[in-house]
Structure formats: C-alpha cells, structure tokens
C-alpha cells in the first residue's frame, strides 16, 4: 500500500511541475526565447543562406565548404552522400571548368529551435550548372540546411537536396553518385 501512494504521490508531482511550467511561459515566446531573440536569430540564419547561396553562385569553395560542419550528414535523390565525397565531386567539376552558372533560393522558411541554437532552413532552388564538358542543364530542387550552433559558431549538420517533383533533375552527372 505505502509503494502504490509513493507511486501516485510521484505521479501527481510530475504532473502538477508540467502544468507549471506550461502555465508559467510567458505569451510571446517559445522555449524560452523572446520574439526579439527569435527575430535575431532567423536574421542571424538568412545573412548565414545568403553568404553560403553567394559562394555557391560564384563557385567559391573554401567558402562554401566553410558553411558545413565535420559530422554533416546528407541525404539526396540518391541517397546517403558523405561530405568527403561531396567535396570530392564538386570539387572536381568546378577545377574542370564546370559548376554553378546561376542559381536562387526562393520560398525561403526559417524555424529557430526552442533554445535558440538550432535552425531549420527550407527553400526551394532554381540553378543552371555546367558540366565538365561544357553542357548546361536546369533544375529545380528542394532543400532543407540544419542549422546548429556549436562553440557560439553556426554550421550546417544536415542537409537534404532532392529534385522537386514537379521539374526534371538537372544536377550534373559528376555530383553526388557514391
């Protein structure tokens, strides 16, 4: 008898700390966080996409490498695809004369974590590349970058790329096949 009341004693104590802290947040913030906080945190996050989209526009790699942490973890049309492969491939187009053309996000959302040190960024990409072989293709993509940040410093810990449903992969053939 004594088990069970210490058992609904503890049940009750659980309970009534999740009502408080529920009741006990304050309107207008999520987490923890203010609007304000959240406000500059997604500023924070579109100035971070804008430098990464510039780079990748302009075919800069170590500034675009620069954007993606160590343990990154993709997953494109094809699947599984590993930042050391990654970089091997696109590397290789851009030293052999191919790469991004021209290249914009649209659609862009950004959805801050509770604790302010994660992100969710989704968008939709309308790029032109040129393969190593001097050929163009278009294509329209979907991609969603994670955001976390790790010793006060933002990078991108996933990333998914795949092909919208509604147009044609035009990614070049050199990139991303394992």
């Known amino acids: ?97 191919g790469g991004v053309v021209d290249a914009r996000s649209e659609d862009m959302r950004i959805h801050v974590g509770p604790t302010g040190d994660t992100a969710i960024v989704t968008y939709l990409t309308v790029s032109r590349y040129r393969g190593t072989n001097g050929n163009e293709t278009e294509g329209r993509f979907y991609e969603t970058d994670v955001w976390f940040r790790r010793d006060g410093r933002w990078q991108i810990v996933h990333y998914h790329f795949s092909s919208a449903a509604d147009a044609i992969a035009g990614a070049p053939e050199e990139v991303g096949d394992e």
């Open 1 to 97: 008898m004594e088990r069970r009341s210490s058992r609904r004693i503890w049940i009750a104590i659980c309970a009534a700390a999740a009502a408080l802290g529920w009741a006990c947040a304050t309107p207008g913030t999520q987490g923890g966080l203010s609007d304000e906080e959240r406000t500059r945190i997604e500023r924070e996050i579109f100035a971070l996409e804008d430098r990464l989209d510039r780079a990748y526009r302009e075919n800069d790699l170590e500034t675009y490498w620069s954007f993606y942490a160590d343990d990154l973890t993709q997953i494109w049309d094809t699947g599984y695809v590993s930042l050391e492969q990654y970089q091997q491939d696109w590397t290789a187009l851009v030293t052999g004369g």
